[in-house]
C-alpha cells in the first residue's frame, strides 16, 4: 500500500509540473488582424483631417468611413475567432492530453500486470523459504553464504554439482575441491570433481579427471561413475578393447537401475559400430604368401610394397575422412617410413576432415604427439 501511494504522489507532482505552463494565462502573440485594425484606425483619423481641411468632400468622406468601418468590423471578428480557437480550448486540450498518460498506464498494468504481488528485492528473496525461490535465487544465495563463511564445505558440496548442471563447469571444479579440502575425501566427491573436470575438457578424459576418478575408484570399486569415464579414457587413448572389457564388466555387476550401467550399454554399442567402420576401410591382413614373399623381397622392393599399401590407406581416407582410427594409422605409417613432412601433412588433413575442434579431432592431435608429430612442429 505505502508503495501505491508513493507511486501516485509522485505521479502527481510529475504531472502538475507538466501542467503548470498551461494553468498560466499568457497573453497569445497579437495576429496579423489585430495589426490590420490599427491601420484601419489610421486611415480612419486620416479621413477625418482630410475632410476638416477641405481636401475630400462630405460625400466622399462618408463613403470612406463607411468602407472603414466595414474592414474594422471584419478585423475585429477575426481577432475573437483566433483568440477563441487558441485560448481556454487549447490549455484544456494540453491538461487531458497529460493526464490521459498515467491514467491509461495504470490501466493497462493493472489489466496485464500483477498489482496484487509485493515487491521481491534480491535480500529478500535470499531469505524466503528456499521451495519457493528459483534456481538463480538459491545459488545467490548460496554464494553470498560462502562468502561469509568460505571454509564452509556442506555448502560448497551442495552448490558442486548445481554449477556443473548449469555449465558453469570451472566454477564446480572449485567448489568441488573445496568440499574436499574442507570434509575431507569420498567416492562421491572425487567422481564429482573429476566429472566436473571432464566438462572442463569438452568431454576429454585430462589427467586431473583420470586421477579424481582413479582415487574414488580406490575408495569404492563399484563407483559406476568412476568406472565409467576411465574406460572412456581407454577409448580415447586407442585402448578400445579395455574400454568394451570394463563397460561390459559395469553392465555384469551394477544394479539395473544405475543409470550408469545404462550409459555403459550405449557406450558398447557405439564402439561396436565404429570397429566395424574401422573393419570397413582397413586392408585385409597379409596371407602367409605375402609373408613369404615379403622376406624374400629386396629392401628396396619391400619397402615399395609398404609405400603402396601406405598410398592405398592415404586414397581411401580421401573417400572415408571421418576414419580418425584410418588417420592414426597413416599417420604412424608415414612415421615408421621416416617420412614426417607426409605424417604432418596428413594430421592437417585428418584434423580438418573431423572438424578440427571435435572431440575426435583432439584425440587425433594427442595421438600424432605420441608418435613426435604435430602441426605446430611443422617448419
Known amino acids: 500500500m505505502l508503495f501505491w501511494i508513493v507511486a501516485a504522489l509522485l505521479t502527481f507532482g510529475a504531472c502538475v509540473s507538466v501542467?503548470?505552463?498551461?494553468?498560466?494565462?499568457?497573453?497569445?502573440?497579437?495576429?496579423?488582424?489585430a495589426f490590420d485594425l490599427m491601420i484601419y484606425k489610421d486611415q480612419l483619423a486620416e479621413v477625418e483631417r482630410d475632410h476638416a481641411r477641405g481636401l475630400i468632400g462630405r460625400a466622399e468622406a462618408e463613403q470612406a468611413r463607411n468602407e472603414i468601418a466595414r474592414r474594422?468590423?471584419?478585423?475585429?471578428?477575426?481577432?475573437?475567432?483566433?483568440?477563441?480557437?487558441?485560448?481556454?480550448?487549447?490549455?484544456?486540450?494540453?491538461?487531458?492530453?497529460?493526464?490521459?498518460?498515467?491514467?491509461?498506464?495504470?490501466?493497462?498494468?493493472?489489466?496485464?500486470?500483477s498489482p496484487d504481488q509485493p515487491s521481491q528485492p534480491l535480500e529478500a528473496r535470499k531469505q524466503q523459504n528456499p521451495a519457493d525461490s528459483p534456481v538463480n535465487d538459491l545459488i545467490a544465495r548460496a554464494e553470498a553464504h560462502l562468502q561469509a563463511n568460505p571454509r564452509d564445505g556442506n555448502g560448497w558440496e551442495v552448490l558442486a554439482p548445481i554449477y556443473l548442471r548449469i555449465g558453469r563447469a570451472n566454477d564446480s571444479v572449485t567448489a568441488y575441491r573445496n568440499a574436499i579440502e574442507?570434509?575431507?575425501?569420498?567416492?562421491q566427491r572425487e567422481s564429482g570433481l573429476g566429472e566436473a573436470y571432464v566438462n572442463v575438457a569438452d568431454g576429454m578424459i585430462s589427467p586431473d579427471a583420470k586421477a579424481a576418478f582413479t582415487r574414488a575408484l580406490a575408495a569404492e570399486p563399484k563407483d559406476g561413475k568412476a568406472r565409467f569415464y576411465l574406460a572412456l579414457g581407454d577409448a580415447q587413448e586407442d585402448r578400445l578393447e579395455e574400454a568394451k572389457a570394463?563397460?561390459?564388466?559395469?553392465?555384469?555387476?551394477?544394479?539395473?537401475?544405475s543409470s550408469w550401467k545404462g550409459a555403459a550399454t550405449a557406450a558398447l554399442?557405439?564402439?561396436?559400430?565404429?570397429?566395424?567402420?574401422?573393419?570397413?576401410?582397413?586392408?585385409?591382413?597379409?596371407?602367409?604368401?605375402?609373408?613369404?614373399n615379403a622376406s624374400s623381397m629386396t629392401a628396396e622392393d619391400r619397402t615399395a610394397m609398404i609405400e603402396g599399401m601406405v598410398a592405398s590407406l592415404d586414397a581411401k581416407l580421401k573417400d572415408n575422412p571421418n576414419d580418425q582410427q584410418g588417420w592414426e594409422r597413416l599417420i604412424r605409417s608415414y612415421t615408421v617410413l621416416g617420412k614426417p613432412d607426409e605424417a604432418r601433412d596428413a594430421l592437417e588433413r585428418g584434423t580438418a576432415a573431423l572438424g578440427n575442434t571435435t572431440r575426435e579431432a583432439a584425440a587425433l592431435q594427442a595421438f600424432a604427439a605420441t608418435v613426435g608429430i604435430s602441426e605446430a612442429s611443422k617448419q
Open 19 to 33: 501542467l503548470l505552463p498551461f494553468m498560466r494565462h499568457t497573453p497569445a502573440a497579437a495576429p496579423d488582424s
Open 72 to 113: 474594422i468590423l471584419k478585423a475585429d471578428q477575426t481577432k475573437d475567432e483566433i483568440a477563441g480557437r487558441t485560448g481556454a480550448a487549447g490549455r484544456w486540450l494540453a491538461m487531458i492530453a497529460v493526464l490521459s498518460v498515467p491514467l491509461v498506464s495504470w490501466g493497462v498494468y493493472a489489466a496485464t500486470g
Open 182 to 187: 574442507y570434509l575431507g575425501s569420498t567416492p
Open 246 to 257: 570394463a563397460w561390459r564388466a559395469m553392465q555384469a555387476d551394477l544394479p539395473d537401475n
Open 269 to 292: 554399442a557405439q564402439a561396436g559400430e565404429m570397429q566395424t567402420e574401422q573393419a570397413a576401410s582397413t586392408q585385409p591382413n597379409p596371407s602367409a604368401a605375402d609373408i613369404d
